[in-house]
């Protein structure tokens, strides 16, 4: 396969949250992910399969659904860091790192992914820009809800 066609379905995405709770409470938010959906509308469903892994359903503004399992790789409360590997739909891995911040935390969410999905790759090209636009709305809502569902205490 060409290398222009493996950077056609690679995505790298960075995101960065600012939440007004304190580091340890975010960390504990967010390594359950089996709880997601209770906060956050685009993960549909976290069904854990043993100790270390679940499978998980997105859906964002787009008409399409990705499926994926997720492995955890690395799960470090003192450093903050908690990564996990990806197959199915999307190939590759995410991470977060959660830091104190501003009077909070301060939340960086970074992922390195290629599309597998069928579908999806065959519109690479002409929409890989709504492909992103939906990521960047996907995590948008996914800051608000975790803000709110901290709020909530």
Not at 92 to 111: C, D, L, M, S
Not at 146 to 153: H, S, V
Request: charged share 25%; hydrophobic share 45%.
């Amino acid at each position: 396969m060409p290398a222009w066609s493996s950077r056609l379905h690679r995505y790298r995405f960075r995101s960065e949250w600012l939440l007004a709770a304190p580091p340890a409470v975010v960390y504990a938010v967010l390594e359950r992910a089996e709880a997601y959906p209770r906060w956050w509308p685009q993960v549909r469903e976290v069904t854990p399969l043993d100790e270390h892994s679940g499978l998980a359903r997105f859906r964002s503004r787009l008409p399409y659904e990705l499926s994926v399992v997720a492995t955890e790789r690395i799960r470090d409360p003192g450093a903050g860091v908690l990564e996990i590997t990806l197959r199915g739909d999307l190939g590759g891995w995410a991470r977060w790192t959660i830091r104190p911040g501003h009077g909070g935390t301060r939340v960086v969410f970074e992922q390195d992914v290629e599309v597998c999905k069928p579908l999806l790759r065959c519109l690479a090209l002409p929409g890989r820009p709504l492909f992103r636009l939906n990521h960047a709305l996907m995590m948008r809502a996914g800051r608000r809800g975790l803000a709110a569902w901290l709020a909530r205490g």
